[in-house]
């Protein structure tokens, strides 16, 4: 399994420059916990620097990846102890044989904030892709079989009135390969966040034909997801970090979504939520990324139930996952409000 690995800087040093004020108990128990260098991963990354995870006692480790299939099996194979990422074929199948429970929510498309967009080529563009109907017939690049991006290219055609059939799917593995290849024509459409999105059509390399929340309301796009084995044997563990992200989605709410945080916190953020996502170019010009497009995290790690369901039902339909693939094995409710 190929993977980057970044340290973050531990707890004590990260939350003493943001001035955090921590409960008695020692960051002592380690955990590992993957990410993806989008903006939608910044909870995660503030719960860090911010040393929410050390005030719940844990000792917490960044791993960051390029896709959300490789990170369900590095929770499988113990790599990592904590994903926050979508819902993906290979996550149901490794829920499925036992070894992964979702457990929370996390990236939503929610009414009034700007989502997801539908993406088409310069070229497809120019040759008649302007709306969810010119999809009928053309190339639509995803990560992998399974994946959130299928999904929603599902869903496209649903609401378009044309079999899912009809689009090409084009496997990519990478988010960084979905760009390229969007960028360059040689597949026609894509879906992605805003922060990724938006860039792509103001540098006038792709066209927005259609907004995720227009065709899929309430889509809980990303959820938090832990071995079967932390539940069962690290129970509080699990609620710790648990704890510890709800301060870090409350924060990234404030400063990246309301911006009701005070403009200093809000530039510390933004320079620690930099070390993982934009962190290529400058701070100067990725706190324009950073800040853009932001959509809203369920407080408190709340999850969509009938969204995750419906997900489900469609890998079910589509044979991507092993047969009788159930919410009983793919989610365990317990820890937070379902919604």
């Avoid at 809000?266 to 934009?278: G, T």
């Amino acid at each position: 399994m190929a993977l980057t690995r970044r340290h973050f800087a531990t707890g004590a040093a990260a939350g003493a420059t943001f001035g955090i004020v921590r409960n008695a108990r020692a960051a002592s128990e380690p955990v590992r916990i993957g990410i993806l260098p989008l903006v939608s991963h910044a909870p995660t990354i503030i719960a860090q620097a911010k040393g929410y995870f050390a005030a719940q006692g844990l000792a917490a480790r960044l791993v960051t990846f390029q896709a959300a299939e490789p990170m369900a099996v590095g929770i499988a194979s113990g790599d990592i102890d904590f994903g926050v990422t979508a819902i993906t074929g290979g996550l149901v199948s490794l829920a499925d044989k036992g070894a992964v429970k979702v457990i929370g929510g996390s990236l939503a498309e929610a009414s009034g904030v700007e989502g997801q967009k539908v993406l088409a080529s310069n070229a497809a563009y120019a040759k008649g892709l302007t709306s969810l109907a010119g999809l009928k017939g053309r190339s639509f690049a995803v990560t992998t079989a399974g994946s959130s991006f299928e999904y929603v290219a599902y869903k496209a055609a649903q609401k378009a009135g044309f079999p899912a059939s009809d689009i090409v799917l084009r496997p990519l593995q990478t988010i960084p390969a979905c760009i390229a290849a969007l960028k360059t024509g040689q597949v026609d459409a894509w879906e992605m966040l805003p922060s990724v999105a938006d860039p792509l059509v103001a540098a006038k390399v792709a066209h927005a034909i259609a907004t995720v929340q227009d065709f899929i309301p309430g889509y809980q796009v990303t959820t938090v997801f832990t071995s079967t084995a932390n539940i069962n044997k690290r129970r509080e563990v699990v609620q710790r970090f648990l704890a510890g992200l709800a301060k870090g989605i409350d924060d990234y709410d404030a400063a990246l979504v309301t911006r009701t945080m005070a403009p200093k916190e809000i530039d510390a953020i933004v320079a620690a939520v930099h070390k993982y996502v934009f962190a290529a170019m400058p701070l100067a010009k990725a706190r324009a990324h950073i800040t853009h497009g932001v959509m809203r995290i369920n407080t408190g790690a709340a999850l969509n139930v009938a969204s995750v369901a419906d997900q489900l039902q469609w890998l079910n339909a589509r044979k991507l996952v092993p047969a009788g693939s159930t919410m009983q094995k793919l989610v365990d409710t317990s820890f937070v409000k379902t919604i």
